[in-house]
Nanobody, 115 residues
Framework: QVQLVESGGGLVQAGGSLRLSCAAS????????MGWYRQAPGKQREMVAT???????NYADSVKGRFTVSRDDAKNTVYLQMNSLKPEDTAVYYC?????????WGQGTRVTVSS
């Protein structure tokens, strides 16, 4: 099993920045992709950004140019740098780790952007 622990969420004003971190532990060998999803109140969960072991990344259109996903394999950690935050970025952000066709989820960290 893979355990994921997110940190870095909080309250920020519009235009501000936050950096989320997610540390993986347990059976981390074989993780080929990590990423971030979010779920806003009353909305479905959506992909924000993913990064593969090859370092190729993918972003939702709504965050392109503002968010950057990165990973430190030595620390089994994935990061999400969020700049120019908007109120519509308010959500619970979940870390994911994909291994052997299964997606592991963290517990989530809340991000609130005030206008």
């Amino acid at each position: 099993q893979v355990q994921l622990v997110e940190s870095g969420g909080g309250l920020v004003q519009a235009g501000g920045s936050l950096r989320l971190s997610c540390a993986a532990s347990g059976s981390v060998l074989g993780i080929y992709a990590m990423g971030w999803y979010r779920q806003a109140p009353g909305k479905q969960r959506e992909m924000v950004a993913t990064i593969r072991s090859s370092a190729s990344s993918n972003y939702a259109d709504s965050v392109k140019g503002r968010f950057t996903v990165s990973r430190d394999d030595a620390k089994n950690t994935v990061y999400l740098q969020m700049n120019s935050l908007k109120p519509e970025d308010t959500a619970v952000y979940y870390c994911t780790a994909s291994k052997a066709g299964y997606v592991n989820w963290g517990q989530g960290t809340r991000v609130t952007v005030s206008s």
